[in-house]
């Protein structure tokens, strides 16, 4: 029988991860960012579909169904996505402080964001041709990227808190398991809620928009522009501030008591 791992190991575990990705060369770090953006609008995609397959009523439980195949695919192709690279930078930090530097973080953090979009936003925008989706697909998407745009600012940065604190704990989670089954379903498990939320991840919120600005919807540059800096202010608040903040005291907790 497989014993799971302590909080303390698992935190080892995510801080060897956490230099592998700090030591990224630039290429790479692009790549994969680049990577993430286009694989998970697969997800976007398979949740406008089934919910314009499935109708009103569980369209949205059925599209989030869907949508769960995306965050599979980035976790098994350990593709690089904003806030799911939270955690385990700063458990690297957190174990080795005295050769922290906070340039490396920025790097990584910035780099990921940028070309998450880089590579998402086109591959929106080809999606959005006319016929590529299946009828009804494209009403489906810009229904869910309206309700995005008029929900009121504190609705969207608790939902951004939800979405930032779930993607992180998905990274703390995926430390303690060993198989690639188990990673599967803990990714499909967190992409289902994400989405069944619905809960904000800023890359996926932004690429949710930016479908339904492509396939017509009035929304401006402005109403884009807030929407992402709300999101990505609640994303940090939840990922860094719930979650790696309190597993970084559970940890320093258990090794002063075993001191």
């Known amino acids: 029988m497989t014993v799971a791992p302590a909080p303390d190991e698992i935190f080892d575990r995510a801080a060897e991860e956490g230099a592998r990705r700090l030591d990224q060369s630039l290429l790479e770090l692009v790549s994969t960012s680049f990577i993430a ?12 579909i089934v919910r314009a397959a499935v109708g009103p009523g569980l369209g949205h439980l059925a599209g989030a169904l869907a949508f769960g195949v995306g965050l599979v695919f980035l976790i098994v192709g350990r593709a690089e996505l904003f806030n799911e690279n939270f955690f385990d ?11 922290w530097l906070i340039g490396p973080l920025l790097r990584l953090w910035v780099v990921t964001f940028t070309f998450n979009l880089v590579g998402g936003a086109p591959f929106v925008f080809l999606l959005s041709v006319d016929g590529a989706l299946p009828a009804g697909s494209a009403e489906a998407l810009s ?9 009121g600012t504190v609705a969207e940065f608790v939902k951004a808190f939800t979405g930032g604190a779930l993607v992180t704990l998905l990274s703390f989670l995926l430390q303690g398991v060993n198989s690639v089954g188990s990673r599967i379903s803990l990714a499909y498990i967190v992409g289902v809620l994400l989405a069944l ?3 904000d991840h800023v890359i996926v919120t932004v690429l949710h928009v930016l479908f339904g600005m492509f396939f017509g919807v009035d929304i401006g540059l402005g109403a884009l522009a807030a929407t992402t800096a709300v999101v990505t202010a609640g994303n940090l608040v939840g990922g860094l501030g719930l979650v790696t903040l309190t597993h970084v005291a559970q940890v320093r907790g258990a090794r002063e008591a075993g001191d």
């Open 197 to 199: 939320g619905p809960f």
């Open 37 to 48: 953006g286009f694989t998970i609008v697969f997800g976007l995609a398979a949740l406008g």
């Open 89 to 99: 930078p700063a458990a690297k930090a957190a174990l080795d402080p005295d050769s």
């Open 143 to 151: 229904t869910v990227a309206e309700e995005i745009i008029h929900r």
